[in-house]
């Protein structure tokens, strides 16, 4: 068949699904017959969009020439949108962002090779994060006729595929009649109800274009996916751990979004206390009494102490992730373990655990239920009774600083527990305070006093609080400080890519706001190490019209790895240059950017963030920030991690402690 026939039989479908508003719709009307004669990459494209796939982010090359052009017909009938990227890493990080931001899937589309092997490496985000996302990826024919041009170079069939399989869920399209099972194992990754993630489709060449004469539409649609339940456990152990504990913390991951107010009820019933993984900040308000912010390797005094001095651990939705638990060292005082968790491996990822696996809230209220039959009052009596040896030092050592009677005005029935963390909490404030009330240092790079990375963090925080901006933090010094300063009330304000920690998220989740115009203002902070590995979003992002502002913290280094590096051995090396880069004038020579200075003080950075507000494109500030020894300019370390010389040690403790 010529390919000018093909052309506008795809032109008319597309149209007509288009004026009907569905490819359903049409089906049902009658406007497209069920049996059709189409490109299998075409046939790809119907079965996304009755999956309500309508956002490609798309690195073309000469292993995706067939779908192009499927989605070029496709776009200009208005059924997808397009956004051809630079870069395949971008083009990932976009769509993550896309769907975690506004919950909208996208799918990105690449070459054979390298580009492949690049987005691929980005799909450790969505993989780790839990965010769904299709990849549509070029591979090497079918007919094996000899080296495929950036195949990979080994004389061994369909290796890619291997590689899509070791990494997570993936089909390979070598039969296109196997179509719709790839659709429906795509469906149940993308869209699974606890654990989404990305899916990966590999399309050789040669069978990208092939002719499937009388396809049967019907073959395109899949089935719905319910929600699961609460677990069906032993809820009367639960309740005889909880009656049994002196001190219980909470450990809330990404997992119990949603559950707010059954987590602080819970709290309230046990006398527990909060904390959080990097990645669920604002699940629990900050300013909740019970909550004690962010705990882990970085962590902060009050969340770390709660994990350390608590003798019940209640973990909730978390991975565990070795940032979140010092590295399986942050509970030691932890006999037993209550894990809700919709995963198996994560439920079962401490000893002595009981395992409640179902839906956090669902399962959090089976819980509650659990307590209050099991008698309220008689819960509240055991919960009061006097605290461990352990719990009594520490409420020594910290009773002349701050004051029960003070704190009592405001919980007049505060437990020796609660009163405990909450002095910690006290002291976790003071010691922010301290930091943004001194905002600049003097930096022996810039020449000059400078803002230190927390002042100017917060400032921007603060400055963010009230408008309908998203914060997006990019991995390395400026995310862990940004984690530990982060105050949210509500879930989904701040985002931080804590599983991956991969370089450039942030920059390239601005490019969420050019694939749909109602998606809040992106505010992405991004250290000069991170902006450098993508920077590629300033054309794209101009190019597309994206709307936002790229906070870039300027210390002339990798400061996160400097900070380890002389925390470890008491010496930097290979993480940093010797002179300024000129960002502005960088930014500067992309039309449509604007570009602001933060200057050299709280002032000057809140002028500079109003001004990037007001315009309706793609922004930079460039904000030189300090980077030193003086401890006025972090944040601090707080738990452990298994890293550098540091290893032996950490692991002697969890061996001992046998959590």
């Given at each position: ?13 597309a ?99 390298p ?25 090497e ?77 019907r ?74 912010g ?58 002595d ?103 100017a ?5 603060d400055?963010?609080?009230d ?14 400080n ?60 101009a ?41 502005l ?24 963030l ?50």
């Amino acid at each position: 068949m010529e390919y000018k026939e093909i052309e506008k039989a795809r032109i008319e479908r597309a149209n007509i699904i288009a004026e009907c508003g569905g490819l359903d719709v049409a089906l049902a009307a009658n406007r497209i017959p069920l049996h059709i004669d189409a490109t299998l990459s075409e046939l790809l494209i119907l079965g996304m969009l009755l999956q309500n796939v309508k956002t490609y982010f798309t690195v073309f090359g000469h292993g995706s020439t067939e779908i192009g052009e499927v989605l070029r017909i496709f776009e200009k009938a208005g059924l997808v949108r397009v956004l051809g990227l630079r870069n395949e890493i971008e083009a990932s990080h976009a769509a993550t962002a896309l769907n975690w931001i506004t919950h909208e899937k996208a799918a990105v589309v690449t070459s054979i090779g390298p580009g492949a092997f690049q987005a691929l490496a980005a799909s450790l985000v969505p993989a780790s994060d839990g965010i769904g996302v299709w990849y549509l990826f070029g591979d090497e024919t079918t007919e094996d006729e000899g080296y495929n041009m950036q195949q990979i170079p080994k004389n061994q069939e369909f290796l890619f595929p291997q590689v899509l399989q070791a990494m997570g869920s993936a089909y390979s399209l070598q039969d296109p009649w196997a179509l719709s099972t790839a659709l429906r194992r795509g469906h149940a990754r993308v869209d699974h109800p606890f654990r989404p993630g990305p899916f990966y489709v590999s399309m050789p060449m040669n069978v990208q274009s092939r002719m499937l004469k009388g396809f049967n539409l019907r073959e395109l649609q899949c089935g719905e996916i319910s929600c699961i339940g609460a677990a069906v456990g032993d809820y009367e152990k639960a309740v005889a751990w909880i009656k049994d504990s002196r001190s219980a913390v909470i450990k809330i991951g990404a997992g119990a979004k949603g559950a707010t107010e059954e987590i602080l009820q819970l709290a309230e019933l046990i006398d527990g206390v909060c904390v959080y993984t990097p990645i669920a900040g604002g699940i629990v308000p900050y300013e909740h009494p019970r909550c004690m912010g962010v705990g882990g390797s970085k962590g902060s005094i009050c969340g770390n102490y709660a994990m350390e001095m608590a003798d019940l651990l209640i973990a909730i939705g978390t991975r565990a992730v070795c940032q979140s638990d010092s590295s399986r060292t942050g509970y030691p005082n932890v006999r037993k373990v209550i894990n809700i968790n919709a995963d198996l491996d994560d439920a079962l990822h401490y000893q002595d655990s009981l395992a409640l696996m179902g839906d956090a809230k669902l399962t959090l209220k089976e819980l509650i239920g659990a307590l209050k039959r099991a008698s309220e009052e008689g819960l509240k009596k055991a919960l009061r009774e006097e605290p461990e040896e352990a719990l009594k030092e520490a409420l020594k050592e910290k009773s002349e600083e701050v004051s029960r009677e003070s704190y009592g005005q405001a919980h007049t029935e505060s437990s020796d527990w609660l009163f405990a963390c909450a002095a910690k909490k006290s002291e976790w404030e003071a010691f922010k305070q301290e930091r943004f009330d001194n905002p600049t240092l003097e930096d022996s790079f810039w020449r000059r006093r400078v803002l230190t990375q927390p002042a100017a963090i917060k400032i921007a925080l603060d400055w963010s609080a009230d408008k309908e901006v998203i914060n997006i933090f990019d991995a390395g010094d400026v995310q862990a400080n940004g984690f530990q300063i982060a105050s949210d009330e509500w879930s989904g304000k701040t985002i931080t890519d804590s599983g991956a920690s991969y370089m450039g998220f942030a920059v390239s989740a601005i490019l969420a706001s050019a694939a749909k115009p109602d998606c809040p203002y992106i505010l992405a902070f991004s250290g000069d190490g991170s902006f450098t590995m993508n920077p590629q979003i300033l054309i794209d992002g101009a190019e597309h019209g994206a709307r936002g502002c790229i906070l870039l913290f300027d210390n002339n280094r990798m400061a996160a790895i400097s900070g380890l590096q002389m925390a470890q051995y008491g010496n930097e090396f290979a993480t940093w240059h010797e002179k300024p880069i000129d960002y502005l004038g960088w930014a500067k020579s992309v039309p449509g950017v604007m570009a602001i200075s933060g200057g050299h003080s709280p002032e000057e950075l809140r002028r500079a963030l109003d001004k990037a507000f007001d315009y309706k494109g793609l922004s930079l500030i460039h904000i030189p920030v300090y980077y030193s020894t003086d401890p006025l300019g972090s944040m601090g370390v707080y738990g452990r991690w298994n890293v550098g010389n540091w290893v032996e040690e950490t692991q002697k403790l969890r061996h001992k402690i046998g959590l």
